[in-house]
């Protein structure tokens, strides 16, 4: 396949995934390696992470690093196949730039699922019980998990509650949380911190809108 065939071949593909594409999609649309580097070094294609590539020119896209680990986890599935099931995730803190909630600080990108693909420094995959549909919804093309499911996630790993309350009251404010059907999710942490046993979910909520410099969001709870 020459290099107007492949690139013709590869815009397909990257059209309907971010401008992006994998070097095992690429190859299953019949352009090779070797073809795929004469692309990269014409400057066709720009490496993005391992065996990912993007196409020069193309619109900028958002939460890159996201899109690319998420490629990688599945090089060899396209994303619009992937956006039912388990294959993969984004969650924590990822999911929360996502849905564009707090303040975290931005470093590794954190996902559910089982790593088949290239996992690099920085991707953290999360491993547990199956995710239920129910926990799961797209944004940006990319399955995600939903708001009290993010939630109630950083609160199992301990995450400090001045970022999650941050969390907490952006999402009440932009009305992507229920705070009522949170509480009953979240009365279980109420102990981890620091309230006592007879603490409920309002509770725990309250707090950390406090610890978060917020309390804007707390009379909806009721």
Partial sequence: ?????????????????????????????????????GLVQSGVLVVVGAHVFQLAGAPLTP?????????????????????TGNSGVVSHSSACRLHGLGDLPVGTVEMF???SGTV??????HHGPRL???????????PVTTVERTITDLLHTGLDGGHVGGVVADAARLGLVDLRSLAQQVAVFA?????PASASGHDLISRLLVDAGEQTAAPTMR
Avoid at 16 to 29: I, P, S
Avoid at 63 to 76: H, S, T
Avoid at 120 to 125: F, S
């Fill in 132 to 142: 239920s549909p129910a926990h799961i919804t797209v944004v940006d093309g990319l």
């Fill in 63 to 83: 939460l890159l690093d996201i899109k690319v680990a998420w490629l990688q986890l599945e090089p060899g599935t396209p994303a619009w196949q992937r956006l």
């Fill in 113 to 115: 699922g089982a790593a």
């Fill in 1 to 37: 396949m020459d290099y107007v065939d492949a690139l013709v071949t590869l815009s397909r593909v990257t059209a309907e995934q971010w401008g992006l594409v994998t070097a095992e999609q690429a190859e299953q649309v019949g352009v090779d390696a070797a073809c795929l580097g």
């Fill in 191 to 195: 102990s981890a911190y620091g309230l």
């Fill in 120 to 125: 690099e420094a920085g991707v953290r995959v």
